[in-house]
C-alpha cells in the first residue's frame, strides 16, 4: 500500500489506519480525525487534509517520516497528536485556536512553527524540539505552559524584535509562564517578557548563552512581579567562565516578593546589570528582596545612562 486519496469522506475514525503501509494520504473533505488514526504509520510522508478542522489524540503520533503535513482549515490539534513525528520539519496552521499537550514533543527535526492567532502553548508542546529555532507570532501568545519549549536547544527567535542589537525571543503579550517552560534552551540570548504578570520555577533554567531579559514596557500593570514564583529566574547560569545578564525593568513593581530575581551563577566574577528608567531609584524599582542584595554580591554602583533612557547598576558575584 502507498497511496490512498478519497474525495468524499468526512470523518475518520478512531485507529482506522493503525500501522498501516501507507506513504501518502490526501482526504480534501475530512473534517475530523480521530484517536489514533495513524497511530504508527512507519511509511507515512506526507498528508493533507485541508478541510479538517480537527486532529484528534495520538492521531499521528509516532509517525517518524511523516515531513509534508497540508492543515490549512485546522483550528484544533489535541493531546500527543504529532509527538515523536521526528522526520516533521515545519508545520503552520494559519487558523489553529487550540492546541493540545505534547502535541510536538520529540520532533527532533522540526525547525519552524507558524500559527497566526495562537494564544496558549500548551504543556510540554514542543518539549524536546531540539532543532526548532524559530517560533512565529510568539508576540501574540499570551499563556505558555509548563516545560512547553524544554530543551528546544536551538531556539532563539520568536516574533518581532524590539532592540536591533538583539534578537529577541519576543513573547510580550505572555502574562503567564509555567515551570520551567524554557529550561536548557540554550541558544536564547535575550527575551522579551513585557506583559508578564504571573511566572512558575525555573522558568529560564539553564539557559546558557543567556544574557539580556526585557520587562521594560511602561503598560506593564504595576503588579506585575506579584505573582512571579520566589525562583522564577534561578538556574540563570553558565557552564564555565565568568558572563553577564541584564535585567531590563521599566515599570516599577509593588510586589514584595522579589526573590523571583534570584540568579545562580557557578563562577564568581559574573555581573548582573540592572537598567532602570533614568533619574529613578534602585531601591524602587528593584526593592530589598532581590538577590543581588545578598552577600553573595558586591555592588559596584551606577556605571553609566545609555542612549535608551536607563541608568545602569552593576553587581558582581563574588
Same mark, same amino acid.
Given at each position: 500500500?502507498?497511496?490512498?486519496?478519497?474525495?468524499?469522506?468526512?470523518?475518520?475514525?478512531?485507529?482506522?489506519?493503525?500501522?498501516s503501509?501507507?506513504?501518502?494520504?490526501?482526504?480534501?473533505?475530512?473534517?475530523?480525525?480521530?484517536?489514533?488514526?495513524f497511530?504508527?504509520?512507519?511509511?507515512l510522508?506526507?498528508i493533507?487534509?485541508?478541510?479538517?478542522?480537527?486532529?484528534?489524540?495520538?492521531?499521528?503520533?509516532?509517525?517518524?517520516?511523516?515531513?509534508?503535513?497540508?492543515?490549512?482549515?485546522?483550528?484544533?490539534?489535541?493531546?500527543?497528536?504529532?509527538?515523536?513525528?521526528?522526520g516533521?520539519?515545519?508545520?503552520?496552521?494559519s487558523?489553529? #485556536?487550540?492546541? /493540545?499537550t $505534547? !502535541? =510536538?514533543? *520529540? %520532533? @527532533?527535526? +522540526?525547525?519552524? &512553527?507558524?500559527?497566526?492567532?495562537?494564544?496558549?502553548?500548551?504543556?510540554?508542546?514542543?518539549?524536546?524540539?531540539?532543532?526548532?529555532?524559530?517560533?512565529s507570532?510568539?508576540?501574540?501568545? #499570551?499563556?505558555? /505552559?509548563? $516545560? !512547553? =519549549?524544554? *530543551? %528546544? @536547544?536551538? +531556539?532563539y527567535? &520568536?516574533?518581532?524584535?524590539?532592540d536591533p542589537?538583539?534578537?529577541?525571543?519576543?513573547?510580550?503579550?505572555?502574562?503567564y509562564?509555567g515551570?520551567?517552560?524554557?529550561?536548557?534552551?540554550?541558544?536564547?540570548?535575550?527575551i522579551?517578557?513585557?506583559?508578564?504578570y504571573?511566572?512558575?520555577a525555573?522558568?529560564?533554567?539553564?539557559?546558557?548563552?543567556?544574557?539580556?531579559?526585557?520587562?521594560?514596557?511602561e503598560?506593564?500593570n504595576?503588579?506585575?512581579?506579584?505573582?512571579?514564583?520566589?525562583?522564577?529566574?534561578?538556574?540563570?547560569?553558565?557552564?564555565?567562565?565568568?558572563?553577564s545578564i541584564?535585567?531590563?525593568?521599566?515599570?516599577?513593581?509593588?510586589?514584595?516578593?522579589?526573590?523571583?530575581?534570584?540568579?545562580?551563577?557557578?563562577?564568581s566574577?559574573?555581573?548582573?546589570y540592572?537598567?532602570?528608567?533614568?533619574?529613578?531609584?534602585?531601591?524602587?524599582?528593584?526593592?530589598?528582596?532581590?538577590?543581588?542584595?545578598?552577600?553573595?554580591?558586591?555592588?559596584?554602583?551606577?556605571?553609566?545612562?545609555?542612549?535608551?533612557?536607563?541608568?545602569?547598576y552593576v553587581?558582581?558575584?563574588?
Amino acid at each position: 500500500m502507498e497511496t490512498i486519496s478519497f474525495s468524499s469522506a468526512k470523518v475518520i475514525n478512531a485507529n482506522t489506519f493503525d500501522s498501516s503501509g501507507w506513504t501518502e494520504v490526501t482526504m480534501p473533505n475530512v473534517t475530523t480525525i480521530n484517536q489514533s488514526a495513524f497511530y504508527n504509520c512507519a511509511n507515512l510522508t506526507k498528508i493533507s487534509f485541508t478541510g479538517c478542522t480537527t486532529v484528534y489524540q495520538k492521531a499521528f503520533q509516532n509517525c517518524g517520516k511523516l515531513a509534508s503535513v497540508s492543515l490549512t482549515n485546522c483550528t484544533e490539534v489535541k493531546d500527543y497528536a504529532f509527538s515523536y513525528c521526528v522526520g516533521l520539519t515545519s508545520i503552520s496552521m494559519s487558523k489553529l #485556536t487550540t492546541l /493540545g499537550t $505534547y !502535541a =510536538f514533543e *520529540h %520532533c @527532533t527535526a +522540526l525547525t519552524g &512553527a507558524y500559527f497566526d492567532i495562537l494564544k496558549t502553548i500548551p504543556n510540554y508542546c514542543f518539549y524536546y524540539c531540539t532543532s526548532l529555532s524559530s517560533y512565529s507570532k510568539g508576540d501574540i501568545v #499570551t499563556k505558555i /505552559g509548563e $516545560y !512547553a =519549549f524544554s *530543551h %528546544c @536547544t536551538s +531556539l532563539y527567535s &520568536a516574533g518581532t524584535s524590539n532592540d536591533p542589537h538583539y534578537t529577541y525571543l519576543n513573547f510580550d503579550s505572555a502574562t503567564y509562564i509555567g515551570n520551567y517552560a524554557f529550561e536548557y534552551c540554550s541558544s536564547i540570548t535575550a527575551i522579551s517578557l513585557r506583559g508578564l504578570y504571573a511566572a512558575g520555577a525555573n522558568i529560564l533554567y539553564n539557559c546558557s548563552a543567556l544574557i539580556n531579559i526585557d520587562f521594560s514596557e511602561e503598560y506593564l500593570n504595576v503588579t506585575s512581579y506579584t505573582y512571579l514564583n520566589s525562583y522564577a529566574f534561578d538556574g540563570i547560569y553558565s557552564n564555565g567562565g565568568t558572563r553577564s545578564i541584564n535585567f531590563i525593568i521599566g515599570s516599577v513593581p509593588t510586589a514584595t516578593n522579589m526573590g523571583a530575581f534570584v540568579l545562580t551563577f557557578l563562577n564568581s566574577g559574573s555581573y548582573v546589570y540592572i537598567y532602570i528608567p533614568t533619574g529613578g531609584k534602585l531601591s524602587t524599582y528593584l526593592p530589598s528582596g532581590a538577590r543581588v542584595y545578598d552577600s553573595d554580591f558586591k555592588s559596584l554602583g551606577k556605571m553609566q545612562t545609555n542612549a535608551y533612557g536607563y541608568d545602569i547598576y552593576v553587581f558582581q558575584y563574588k
